[in-house]
């Protein structure tokens, strides 16, 4: 790494971030899409659209994402990841498709950045009320200017000297003080960003700009005629990395192969209902994986249980996660585990967001359909969709008042919001039919909550008329009493190898065994992690994540409980 590029240099005035702009910068070659999200954080990344290039600083700054002006693509505040492709709405962006983002930051009315900087900013004592001048640029070398500014002044009494930083400091008699700085653009252009210690208000702040403006236009006049006369040297050829998904260089700890790569912080935690506590987890160091709207996570908990629970984060909401954990009456050391032992300030592991509960954003209208604690991923999905107002209704069966979880975020769509309290079976019943009358053109319906209602909304969803592909479910747990007392074959068709699955064994647990790293969550066959092809063969559904559609096709597989009901199946593996 060379000395320019572990630099810290200002590359924008803080005033070129007004409310939903992108601004565009260049250091030492490269292009930054700069834009301040309305949650005051100052994003630097690089000016490129990973679908075809196109430039993000003519994107959309929505406050929380950046959208891409060509095919819509957006990306998240802070992480750069990429959260939605319109071309493929039903489905979650890779966690590797996120952009590159440079180090920033902001101070004395200035954004700073550097390819790889590090550490402090400049020291700028006496400047903590300055005032921000015009910036200018030059076509010349960033060593010319340097140099050219040490004979810079306003008066005669002026003396320049060169600091450490590559900075000059200009000070007059009187004690007026200006720093100036130099923006390496390119190999032959430069910006002279500068800042005075004089905090000039009204008409006597433009009177200051007015005579640093002009007198930096003389300047570079002279600069630029010297220039000239001189060779051009090569422009920077600035090396785009390829994007990773190593983001917490953290070594990941496994419980039977459920990775926990991440490490966050309990930074806070508080009851949001009756029954419901609500965790912010921030993360120990660097920044948490980009999430899309109905995603969950692997939490391990300190009595070595590992729980998934759903992210309830809004767009924009990138520097932590927030959870909600219900206090289960016949709990097996989970929720229990939440709610007494962990507590504010505590570590814990978590894996990085999956997410096999996706949000279409292309419907003309959507309605959700939540009970109880199950309310957690429709409000991500909720808060998404209200922020780029399209159409939505939320449905919410709860006890009571009290059991009303999240009252902050779901006041962000209050309009939308419809309660249903205290409701019996029969009435939730009659009232799902309701809510389900009309399917209609391009209207989804997305259901969370206790497994008998899941049911119940499902087969009300079919009488009604709507189709498998409209109505998306997800269930918290997988109920239903599992058989594992058969015993098959299973063939790999990518691995080349056949495997023996005896009685009282998963699938799952068979591949580990013979060293296939079969990713999964719930292991209960709902959350749908460890989805995997068949290619031959009948199955056993005993999963509550598949679709009937889909369990009569035979297409697809959860490992972690389903079996064969021939002796052999080939999985696409």
């Given at each position: 790494m060379s000395d320019l590029h572990s630099k810290w240099y200002p590359i924008a005035s803080s005033s070129d971030l007004p409310k939903r702009h992108v601004y565009q910068a260049q250091l030492l070659g490269r292009e930054f899409a700069?834009?301040?999200?309305?949650?005051?954080?100052?994003?630097?990344?690089?000016?490129?659209?990973?679908?075809?290039?196109?430039?993000?600083?003519?994107?959309?700054?929505?406050?929380?994402?950046?959208?891409?002006?060509?095919?819509?693509?957006?990306?998240?505040?802070?992480?750069?990841?990429?959260?939605?492709?319109?071309?493929?709405?039903?489905?979650?962006?890779?966690?590797?498709?996120?952009?590159n983002t440079y180090p920033a930051q902001e101070a004395h009315g200035l954004v700073w950045a550097g390819e790889q900087a590090s550490g402090d900013l400049p020291p700028l004592d006496g400047f903590e009320a300055a005032t921000v001048l015009r910036p200018v640029p030059v076509l010349a070398p960033m060593e010319m200017v340097v140099e050219a500014l040490l004979a810079y002044g306003w008066d005669d009494s002026c003396s320049g000297r060169a600091n450490a930083d590559g900075s000059v400091t200009v000070t007059a008699a009187d004690g007026a003080e200006v720093r100036l700085f130099v923006q390496p653009m390119d190999s032959n252009r430069s910006a002279i960003r500068g800042i005075s210690n004089q905090p000039a208000k009204g008409a006597d702040r433009i009177r200051l700009l007015k005579r640093h403006s002009w007198l930096m236009q003389e300047l570079r006049s002279?600069?630029?005629?010297?220039?000239?006369?001189?060779?051009?040297?090569?422009?920077?050829?600035?090396?785009?990395?390829?994007?990773?998904?190593?983001l917490v260089d953290i070594p990941a700890i496994g419980t039977e192969m459920r990775k926990a790569e991440l490490r966050v912080q309990v930074a806070g935690k508080e009851m949001t209902a009756e029954g419901i506590v609500s965790l912010r987890l921030e993360p120990v160091k660097g920044s948490l994986p980009t999430f899309q709207p109905g995603a969950h996570i692997d939490v391990h908990l300190p009595n070595g249980l590992v729980r998934q629970y759903s992210i309830t984060n809004g767009p924009g909401e990138t520097d932590h996660y927030r959870i909600g954990v219900k206090r289960e009456p016949n709990s097996k050391g989970g929720s229990a585990a939440i709610h007494d032992a962990v507590k504010a300030g505590d570590v814990l592991a978590i894996s990085a967001p999956r997410n096999n509960f996706p949000l279409r954003r292309n419907a003309e209208h959507t309605i959700f359909v939540a009970g109880g604690i199950g309310v957690t991923p429709l409000i991500s999905m909720a808060r998404a969709l209200n922020a780029q107002g399209l159409s939505f209704e939320f449905h919410y069966f709860v006890q009571s008042d009290d059991h009303v979880a999240f009252k902050q975020q779901i006041g962000e769509y209050e309009q939308a919001l419809i309660l249903h309290k205290a409701l019996t079976p029969e009435a939730t019943g009659a009232r799902l039919k309701e809510i389900l009358a009309e399917p209609g053109f391009a209207r989804h319906v997305y259901i969370c909550g206790p497994g008998p209602m899941l049911e119940a909304a499902r087969a009300i969803a079919a009488e009604q008329g709507w189709s498998d592909e409209t109505v998306h479910f997800e269930y918290f747990a997988n109920t239903a009493e599992v058989d594992d007392s058969t015993a098959f074959e299973v063939d790999l068709a990518r691995s080349a190898m056949t495997l023996k699955v005896p009685a009282g064994k998963t699938i799952l647990e068979v591949l580990r065994e013979n060293g296939i790293d079969m990713p999964s969550s719930c292991e209960q066959g709902a959350c749908g992690t460890c989805r995997c092809g068949v290619i031959e063969g009948a199955v056993k559904h005993q999963d509550v994540y598949l679709s009937d559609a889909e369990k009569a096709e035979g297409k697809s597989i959860m490992t972690c409980v389903s079996r064969a009901v021939s002796n052999r199946l080939i999985l696409d593996i």
């Open positions: 700069v834009w301040r999200a309305d949650d005051g954080y100052v994003n630097v990344w690089e000016n490129r659209c990973l679908h075809r290039g196109v430039r993000l600083s003519i994107g959309i700054n929505n406050g929380s994402d950046l959208k891409c002006q060509y095919h819509g693509w957006r990306y998240a505040n802070r992480t750069a990841g990429c959260t939605y492709i319109p071309a493929h709405p039903a489905d979650a962006p890779a966690r590797t498709i996120c952009n002279q600069i630029e005629a010297r220039a000239s006369s001189q060779e051009s040297p090569p422009p920077y050829q600035p090396v785009i990395a390829r994007v990773s998904e190593d």
